[in-house]
């Protein structure tokens, strides 16, 4: 059973998701993959390219990859050291060709439906909880949190956590990272996270001055000496 947030959280969290979609507005990365054109099979291959590097590098790639490797079925066909070599750049070589190969070889069975329900997802080889809410997010347009350590550092600065050390098991966490993206645009709001925290709530020297959110934000109070109620 999910943890209970106090109707002040839940007033926070939804302030929070104002000022975010607001900065995001201007502040957002323009990135080839959020083009209007972008398929859900780019956006699903894209976290698993995203994953232990950066936006840049994986921008860097992006088009020759998808021109080469256009669905699922092309890249299930692909023989492993050419994929190996497109994604050479991004490091973990061997760790994004597996979760690709896995996810391209459940894609081509279904059909290129993946099943929708997330115990189903997380029991298929190489699908954990991020990619799981990756696909109910991009291929069934369900509101997801795309939680990662990212997302985590954002929600944990703002209310003031002390975060588990597994986040996926903080049902606090999960909790206000769910109402964070439930309503609004869930996809601009996991991006506006993921940039905001990239830019602004950086993990060494956060812009806490240009932050619209510090007069609420439990971290910006604490280094400044405020008292929040």
Known sequence: MSAQLDLIEVKRVKALRRDLLHWFKEG????????????????????????????????????????????WESIDSAPIEKLTDEVSKLGLQNRRIERLKALAKLA????????VERKELEACSGIGQYLASAIRLFQHQIPEALIDLNFVRLLDRYLGYMCNSDYRYDERLQTASNLLINGGDAVATNWAVFDFASGICRAQDPKCGMCPASSRCRYSARVGGIVLD
């Open 28 to 71: 957002r990365r323009h990135l080839p993959w959020r083009s209007v054109g972008a398929s859900n099979f780019e956006l699903i291959c894209v976290e698993v390219l995203l994953q232990q590097t950066s936006a840049a590098r994986v921008a860097s790639i992006y088009r020759k990859f998808f021109t080469k490797y256009p669905n």
């Open 108 to 115: 081509v069975r279904c059909s290129g439906t993946f099943p």
